[in-house]
């Protein structure tokens, strides 16, 4: 006769494995949209004959497609304020970082052979005789590029409510920001892309001189979105309060 065990097995957490797995999904997809959406953006600069009104429509296509699932991040610097307003957590942020680095350099490492190297995003000449002036340029377009993210991020200083009309309103602020910037700096303010394609320019082509702007390329947006942050908190979100 067999003895009934004692010890009870206590019923499986349904809600539990369910919202895990969820969150594991969410996490999958932002990974892979992330992905494809930063290397389409990177294939679109080297494409677009480094053209803004050109780069701008990618990345406004980028929104539309890839934005709806991962949020439309595509720059590891985008990903920083909404780790900083609290948005995103931790974790989910080194679903979006690793993906667009990924990104950048299989897009780089691919297309960039074929393409048209001169016209190039980060592609100098003679790098290192307006290290200077390049630097301004990266965080002044940078300055002003995260200010209008890092509001758009935020639900009550949002200035649009669909996403068409977001991604438009960033498309259009990316282009400003580019061409008040371009005479000195062909950018897309993405050190994710910076360090895809400068690390490329070297291996293909042999262009070892291009290493001096990676600094100018990796640090510049970092400086210009630490800048565009405290005029957003300490600046701009009491006024906008103060009306």
């Known amino acids: 006769m067999e003895q009934q065990s004692d010890v009870e097995i206590p019923p499986q957490n349904n809600s539990y494995i369910d919202n895990s797995q969820k969150e594991k999904a969410e996490l999958i997809n932002i990974a892979l949209f992330e992905f494809m959406g930063t290397a389409l953006l990177v294939y679109g600069s080297m494409a677009s004959n480094g053209q803004s009104f050109g780069i701008s429509l990618i990345y406004f296509v980028c929104l539309i497609f890839f934005g709806r699932i991962s949020g439309g991040h595509f720059n590891p610097i985008i990903t920083l304020v909404g780790y900083?307003?609290?948005?995103i957590d931790k974790?989910?942020?080194?679903y979006f970082i690793g993906p667009q680095f990924a990104g950048a350099i299989l897009s780089a490492m691919i297309l960039l052979p074929i393409l048209n190297l001169e016209t190039a995003p980060y592609f100098q000449q003679y790098p290192g005789r307006q290290v200077f002036g390049t630097m301004i340029a990266e965080v002044a377009g940078s300055t002003i590029f995260f200010?209008?993210?890092?509001?758009q991020t935020v639900k009550d200083t949002k200035m649009t409510t669909t996403q068409v009309s977001s991604a438009i309103f960033l498309a259009a602020v990316f282009f400003v920001a580019r061409e008040f910037?371009?005479?000195m700096d062909n950018s897309l303010f993405n050190p994710a892309a910076a360090f895809a394609l400068e690390t490329f320019y070297v291996i293909y082509y042999g262009q070892w001189n291009q290493w001096i702007n990676m600094i100018t390329y990796?640090?510049?947006p970092w400086l210009g979105s630490l800048l565009a942050i405290t005029f957003y908190w300490k600046v701009y979100v009491p006024t906008y309060k103060r009306k």
């Open 84 to 87: 900083i307003d609290g948005s």
């Open 91 to 94: 974790k989910k942020a080194l």
């Open 147 to 151: 200010t209008f993210v890092q509001m």
């Open 181 to 183: 910037t371009i005479s």
């Open 218 to 220: 990796m640090v510049g």
